[in-house]
């Protein structure tokens, strides 16, 4: 065994010796596991020592019962908070999610919830009971265990060998004992993996992030169309490009849809944010669907741009990426005179009828750097083309790449808040990484991976326009489970531009 009591590891406490075996095999040398034997009595002597002890960070690491009947022998479950049966009180666990995330990515089923100890085998009942009151799982040491933390960042992993399905006293007993400690033996690198990042660290948050005022509307859209005629409500693609929106909005009866052929005739159908073509909308009339247009005002002017630069005859080369619903709607717009440009190289291959008549637009989720960059290519060989009346990368996009540059340089890592197929998260990682910043783009806390943070004394934190405000909360919340968080913000600018919603929701 290593002793790293004393020099500020992780020490794991199993209270069984099958536990401890199995936890020991999985961390090697990246912490110490102690035997803490059965049940509350020897837990809570075990806990008076740990309160003595100097340790980094500690674990429980043991077998427990499942009392949710969405588990199954071998599953993982991670304290968000431990309670003992009957008490109020509850030991918190804030860095579940991180440790969550790892496991999985390790090809482990972890789920993060709620621990019960109790202080006997479940009764009969007992199991659903707990379970109704939102318990994922049960032992009889963890919540005494943890409070000899006394304070350091802790959390207790539970690897299931019954439940209610596949209780003890049944012959499903040794294969799930066998499962649980399988799988508590696979989970030793990864709570080795969160020993090493905790830490204490700063918090830098970007300002201005998270949503725009295009995004506010869309969903804000999408809310009222939901109470005014009830679910189901159809979206034409994602409302907005995240994750978290629109699986909320899923759960409150919005059916997304990829083609208005999946729409019922005669149903009510909302467009994205993003924007659709003039054909798309052709289509919801020929097939009578009340449709509700929550497209960006700052999309629908790059629009109208389109529109005006094809009817006086201009060739319009739109700066995009191919495939983004954005970019598609705008070259719906006018397809006989737009051609899309994603590079400086594309600019070469342009072939306009008259060289004196090209214009360009933007996508408003661009880089400013790169747009500019390849506008600048354009204009050189187009001395003589037209822009947008102004800036087509929209005042968000802007705001939030410069509030990203400004706190970069003085992050050891970048988190950015927001979904992969999310164009403005996607610049802000770049524009971290162009400034010499490891940056990563997540979802929530559980994506992000312990290994970024070992040696990361500050934390850069921004969200993209499309990233609801409350996952900042929840990244920060889980961060402070590793170690005493202290945040600090850098705006760079404010932001008060509210768009009307449309007039059909007005009335
Ligand atoms: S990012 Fe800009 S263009 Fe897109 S929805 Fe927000 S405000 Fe509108």
Known sequence: MSHVTGTGGLVVCSPLRLEARAVRRGLGERGEVRRTGYGPARAAAAADQLREDAFGNLAVGGVGGGVSADLRPGDLVVSTEVSRLGSAVSVSCPSAPLLVGELRRAGLRATAGKLVTVDHLLRRGQAQRLAAQGALAADMESAMLLEGAAGRPAVALRAISDTPGRPLLSPWAVPGGVAALRSLRLAGPALGRWAAACAPRRVLLAGPRSFCAGVERAIEIVERVLD????????????????????????????FVDELDQ???????????????PEVRRAAKER?????????????????????????????????????????????EAPQAMTLVETAADVATLKPRDPGRVAYLMQTTLSADEASGIAGTLLERFPDARGPGSDDICYATTNRQLAIRAIAADSDVVLVAGSANSSNSRRLVETAQRAGTPAYLIDGAEDIELGWLAGASVVGLTAGASAPPAVIGQIVGALSGLGPVEVSERVVATESIRFGLPKELKR
């Open 228 to 255: 005014r005629h009830g679910p189901p409500v159809y979206v034409r693609k994602q409302i907005v490009h995240n994750k978290v929106v629109v699986t909320d909005l899923e759960r409150r009866g919005a059916i």
């Open 263 to 277: 729409v019922p005739e005669g149903a009510v159908v909302v467009f994205s944010a993003h924007g659709v073509s």
């Open 288 to 332: 009578g669907l009340d449709a509700i247009d929550a497209t960006c005002p700052l999309v629908s002017k790059v629009h109208a741009e389109a529109r005006r630069f094809a009817a006086e005859g201009y060739q319009v080369a739109l700066i995009g990426h191919a495939g983004h619903e954005e970019v598609e709607g705008t070259l719906g």
